[in-house]
Nanobody, 123 residues
Framework: VQLQASGGGLVQPGGSLRLSCAASGRSFSSYAVGWFRQAPGKEREFVAAISWTGGRTYYADSVKGRFTISRDNVKSTVYLQMNSLKPEETAVYYC?????????????????WGQGTQVTVSS
């Protein structure tokens, strides 16, 4: 499966963005999808994940209540709605896919990666 992340940009603190992860190739509905982010000089960090059907979601504690992950398997797209953004959340955001049913927060568990989209939170 090939993934392409989009929707990043510059937003003020407290603002919102919606990221998209569009998939092509093998059956997208058979893959769990995760979002990760990486700031310069820091390790890649888990943000959220969603199961094959969208029935299960998993969030990092730091984004619970502010971010929402969802998917549309007809459009082969996963979304990450980000609200109340903070400057420290400035990073390149990546989506990744894994064919197993369990949701993982460790990036090494994911086999397929998109190219990333830059999110900058600044006034």
């Amino acid at each position: 499966v090939q993934l392409q992340a989009s929707g990043g940009g510059l937003v003020q603190p407290g603002g919102s963005l919606r990221l998209s992860c569009a998939a092509s190739g093998r059956s997208f509905s058979s893959y769990a999808v995760g979002w990760f982010r990486q700031a310069p000089g820091k390790e890649r960090e888990f943000v959220a994940a969603i199961s094959w059907t969208g029935g299960r979601t998993y969030y990092a504690d730091s984004v619970k209540g502010r971010f929402t992950i969802s998917r549309d398997n007809v459009k082969s797209t996963v979304y990450l709605q980000m609200n109340s953004l903070k400057p420290e959340e400035t990073a390149v955001y990546y989506c990744a896919a894994d064919a197993r049913p369990r949701l993982y927060s460790n990036y090494v568990e994911y086999d397929y990666w998109g190219q990333g989209t830059q999110v900058t939170v600044s006034s």
